[in-house]
Each structure stands twice: as C-alpha cells, then as structure tokens.
C-alpha cells in the first residue's frame, strides 16, 4: 500500500549476525568466536535494483535485529507485517525440476523460503 511505501522509504535497517529476534537461533559458540563475529550492519529496507532501478524490500528475518531510530516493538511489528507481505502466494515461484536444469535468479532482490534436494535416483 502507498502509506507503507511512504513510511519505510529511507528507514534502515540493523543485522546482526546472531539476531537475538532469529527464528533460527544459532547453536552455542565460543567466546573467541563470537569476537570474531563481524559488527551488525545497517541496511536499507528498500532497495533499488541496479540496472531497471525497480524499489524491493531488502528483508532477512534471521538476520534483522532492529530498524534504525524506532523502539524494538515497533520495529519488530514493522518486520512482521513486511515479511507478511513479501511471501504473500501471489510473489511466491515454484520450480519444477526436470533432468539438466539451469535456473537463474536474481540472489541480491528475491527471498528464499524453501530449498528442496533436486537429486534424481
């Protein structure tokens, strides 16, 4: 909806390699591991693609931690409602695999929800 698209343009992001808001926690690690974790990173929550200049949401609900300048509550209601959106079944692809297939997509503006083995008995 417009409203949103006017609410979000120029908001950002924060991710965090070990997002304490992950559904996919990851398991224990050391100590010396987790210094060694990269420092979260700022992104933009809408993109623009580099070559038709097309706006995408940039999400990742593993990975966000907060949105820039907003209080967690808000900004998680925020993340919710965007993923709520970006998966809708009317955005979603299914492939169907044959023998030799090559599928190209474009990795930096789509979402990958399921990944299911193309292994051929």
Not at 66 to 95: C, F, N, P, V, W
Request: proline share 8%.
């Amino acid at each position: 909806p417009e409203d949103t698209k006017q609410r979000i343009d120029g908001l950002k992001a924060v991710h965090a390699y070990l997002s304490k808001y992950s559904p996919r926690p990851l398991g224990k690690i050391s100590e010396e591991s987790r210094r060694n974790l990269p420092p979260p990173g700022i992104h933009p929550l809408v993109r623009r693609h580099p070559e038709n200049e097309r706006k995408a949401l940039f999400l990742n609900p593993v990975r966000m931690e907060s949105i820039a300048g907003m209080e967690d509550k808000e900004a998680l209601a925020l993340i919710d409602e965007l993923m709520r959106h970006a998966t809708q079944k009317k955005y979603e692809y299914r492939h169907r695999w044959r023998r030799h297939p090559v599928l190209l997509f474009g990795d930096g503006l789509c979402c990958c929800r399921t990944f299911v083995c193309c292994c051929f008995r």
